[in-house]
């Protein structure tokens, strides 16, 4: 029976052998990180970005150019006894539009330009808009990959602790079945009774179907690790001890970046809504056909050119409006901010007492393991010379099983604990 508690402790420190088919946490990460739909989705928001900056610039600083054409007919109904007539000589009695309006038509075919002059203040203010959603976008998956991350380790560390406790159950099992062996001498030689073997069976019957649930939960956790992980399930000989690595204190946590970067995204959309207010210059120009009568169509190709000014006046003091709101959404954003960095040292305090407390309970339980070890191989010497029942023989192993998962547990919740404090100190 002493090798049980050996193979207890080699499972929990991490030094058993590792199968040739064995995946370790880094592996489903790694893994996840390549195939969730929402890091992949976010890479392309990215492109679009970029691609966004391009068309930015092109809306504000480039020439833009276009065709226009139109025909514009403008006829004159009941002139001199015509019911209909096109002509620039209407009589006083013709029904139309005032000739000097439309010289009875338009005939126009033009090449257009133009172009934004001296906006550069504006163009870069709506790039800078662009730079921080897009920012956004890289936070976003920044925070995707993170929880990533702490659900594949807490989903790891619970199939590793059914891997540990099949371990444990088969070595039991393993240990019993030799007992099983000595009790049958030992009725045989009428030392112990019939019913003493039997009973030892009925044991060994029960363990073997707990082994089997284990078994059956293990299989299901680790296909939750492939699902989570969006790859298609495969066959584990062994999972690998879980490295989670402390990490230290950041050089800024992830809640001052995006509240940084919230905060910006108001200055810039404060920005961009300025940009309204700005003097604009622009110029144009065009050339190509513009005539109001057909004959002698073919001399009335030409160019202009000029220069339009837009200079904003009043709009109802919706500027100074806007400006309040983005005050007070600065506020809102400080006062979280505050709130998130009391929340956060407050539960990594708990965590760090939670773990410190941890730590001391199994360092008392292994004592405690440690004598029910030496009690097991006095019972186990007892048994072979008939001078202990079966029944006392399997409450000590109940007893020592109970305390081994129980130790399994402290394990497994100092691992979640370590993995809640990395997920928090960030």
């Keep these: 029976m002493g090798r049980l508690i050996i193979l207890l402790f080699i499972l929990l420190l991490g030094f058993n052998l590792v199968a040739q088919n064995s995946v370790s946490l880094d592996y489903f990460i790694n893994q996840a990180k390549v195939n969730v739909p929402t ?196 066959t584990i000989a062994q999972l690998e001890r879980p490295q989670i690595v402390d990490t230290q204190n950041p050089s800024q946590f992830f809640y001052e970046k995006k509240f940084e970067n919230d905060s910006l995204q108001i200055v810039a959309n404060q920005q961009v809504f300025e940009n309204q207010y700005k003097p604009q210059l622009s110029a144009y120009a065009n050339t190509g056909l513009n005539a109001v009568e057909i004959p002698n169509i073919y001399h ?56 410190e407390a941890l730590e001391t309970s199994m360092q008392l339980l292994d004592k405690q393991l440690k004598k029910q070890e030496n009690i097991l191989e006095i019972y186990k010497g007892k048994l072979v010379q008939g001078q202990v029942s079966i029944v006392d023989y399997l409450n000590v192993i109940q007893n020592y099983k109970l305390n081994a998962y129980t130790r399994l547990q402290m394990q497994t919740n100092y691992w979640l604990l370590q993995s809640q404090y990395n997920f928090i100190n960030w």
């Design 39 to 234: 890091l992949k989705e976010n890479n392309n928001l990215l492109k679009v970005g970029e691609l966004q900056n391009s068309i930015i610039t092109a809306q504000n600083n480039a020439f833009l150019v276009n065709a226009t054409s139109e025909v514009l007919v403008a006829p004159y109904f009941n002139n001199n006894g015509k019911p209909i007539d096109i002509t620039t000589t209407p009589s006083n009695s013709a029904f139309g539009y005032d000739v000097g309006i439309t010289n009875g038509g338009l005939y126009s075919a033009q090449i257009n330009v133009t172009k934004n002059l001296f906006n550069q203040a504006i163009t870069d203010n709506i790039l800078f808009q662009n730079k921080i959603l897009n920012n956004s976008i890289s936070l976003s998956s920044e925070e995707i990959s993170h929880n990533l991350v702490k659900n594949i380790a807490d989903a790891y560390i619970m199939a590793y602790q059914l891997q540990l406790q099949e371990g444990f159950t088969k070595q039991i099992l393993k240990d019993l079945e030799n007992r099983l062996q000595v009790v049958e001498l030992l009725v045989k030689r009428a030392v112990l009774m019939e019913s003493d073997y039997l009973l030892l069976q009925l044991d060994i019957d029960g363990k073997k179907l707990e082994l089997q649930q284990i078994q059956n939960n293990l299989k299901v956790a680790i296909n939750q690790l492939y699902t989570l992980s969006g790859i298609p399930a495969g």
């Design 300 to 355: 009335k190709f030409g160019a202009s050119a000029g220069l339009r000014l837009t200079i904003p006046i009043y709009d109802g003091k919706q500027r100074k409006y806007n400006a309040q709101q983005s005050v007070l959404k600065e506020e809102n954003l400080e006062f979280y901010r505050e709130n998130s960095k009391v929340q956060m040292d407050n539960n990594l305090k708990s965590i760090a007492q939670q773990i």
